[in-house]
């Protein structure tokens, strides 16, 4: 099947598996990582302890309500290595849980098998950050990451019956012809979600004079992967300089965008090119977006859970509302900046 009978055959198939479009954001809980040491990720750039990381629960909590007001999803909790015990991250994850009204996704890390047997049903799966096709490109980019823990990471969530994720960087060296492996993992390790990313060359990193891959090579890596896997999650990261490739990868068989900062695409100009890609994207699809990203009233300075909520924890909410002048005090900078960018 040549690229664009391809492009054609996997937008028939998600549309005829899916009824929606996801608008996600990643909340991240650190920005720093003891390992510092993937190739391609600024954190290996960030020199400072891990305590010039770390993100207040209040500005988490209070990020969390406004993803919730616009009706958008949350991705994952990701941070990087050595920031936060797994008691921490668990505490984190049924507030954030009782906020959304939904399980969460983390993109933490690996936990051994008597961590991730701290969580309840707050969790809904985990993701491997096996970052490309293959084990040996993967060594040389993480060198201080383990494939086979990562593997056996997702071996753990499966016993615990929680559902699995990988991420993929599309542009760190990677070959066409590997993709097999990719599905290979899919299918043998019965992958729940898979996040794709784009390279964004980070300076100080190898990659700060590389180009990010091709719209159409992206294309094509989506498309093939939803015809084979026609029921799989498939989130497709972005930058604020490519929006233009939010129709063509819904179209390819993307279920949902992400990889950009709510604040500033809620707040600028940005917003109304994304909004206008869904829009055109909708007049030919069944499937909708039914969140916002230009409804600045969405967004209050108040404390409010779910009405019918998937997952609900009443003595978390106490301690969420405990917490409320300092979660509004954040919530009300974050709209300031927002209404100060419009």
């Known amino acids: 099947m040549d690229f664009p009978d391809r492009l054609t055959k996997a937008f028939e198939v998600t549309e005829k598996h899916f009824d929606s479009i996801n608008i996600e954001r990643a909340i991240f809980l650190s920005y720093y990582c003891d390992l510092k040491d993937c190739k391609f990720c600024y954190m290996s750039t960030i020199k400072s302890g891990p305590k010039k990381g770390l993100r207040s ?41 009782c906020i959304t009204g939904e399980p969460v996704w983390l993109n933490t890390g690996i936990l051994e098998k008597d961590d991730l047997s701290v969580f309840e049903n707050e969790l809904k799966g985990v993701t491997a950050s096996i970052e490309t096709f293959t084990e040996e490109l993967f ?3 993480c060198p201080s990451k383990n494939w086979d823990k990562l593997i056996n990471f997702l071996d753990i969530a499966t016993e615990l019956g929680y559902k699995k994720g990988v991420t993929i960087i599309l542009g760190i060296g990677e070959k066409r012809e590997d993709l097999e492996n990719l599905f290979e993992i899919i299918k043998n390790y ?22 990010p891959p091709t719209s159409l090579y992206y294309l094509d890596i989506v498309s093939e992967t939803r015809l084979m896997f026609p029921e799989l999650e498939i989130v ?7 929006i233009n490739l939010v129709g063509p990868l819904l179209l390819a068989g993307s279920n949902g965008i992400t990889k950009f900062s709510w604040k500033k695409f809620y707040g600028s100009k940005l917003r109304k090119s994304l909004t206008s890609e869904i829009q055109e994207f909708e007049k030919i699809s069944k499937r909708r977006f039914k969140g916002s990203m230009t409804d600045i009233s969405l967004l209050q300075n108040k404390l409010k859970f779910p009405e019918d909520p998937l997952y609900k924890n009443e003595a978390v909410e106490k301690e969420i509302i405990e917490r409320s002048d300092q979660i509004k005090e954040r919530i009300e900078s974050y709209i300031s900046e927002i209404r100060l960018l419009k």
């Open 139 to 141: 060594q040389k980019l």
């Open 236 to 242: 497709t990261g972005i930058w604020s300089d490519r």
């Open 190 to 211: 019965k992958i729940d979600r898979v996040t794709f990313y784009s390279l964004n060359p980070h300076k100080g990193t190898i990659f700060e004079d590389s180009v």
């Open 57 to 97: 629960i209040e500005s988490l909590f209070a990020e969390a309500f406004l993803v919730k007001m616009a009706n958008w999803k949350v991705e994952f909790l990701s941070s990087g290595y050595g920031v936060y015990d797994t008691k921490k991250i668990a505490d984190i994850a049924k507030g954030i849980a």
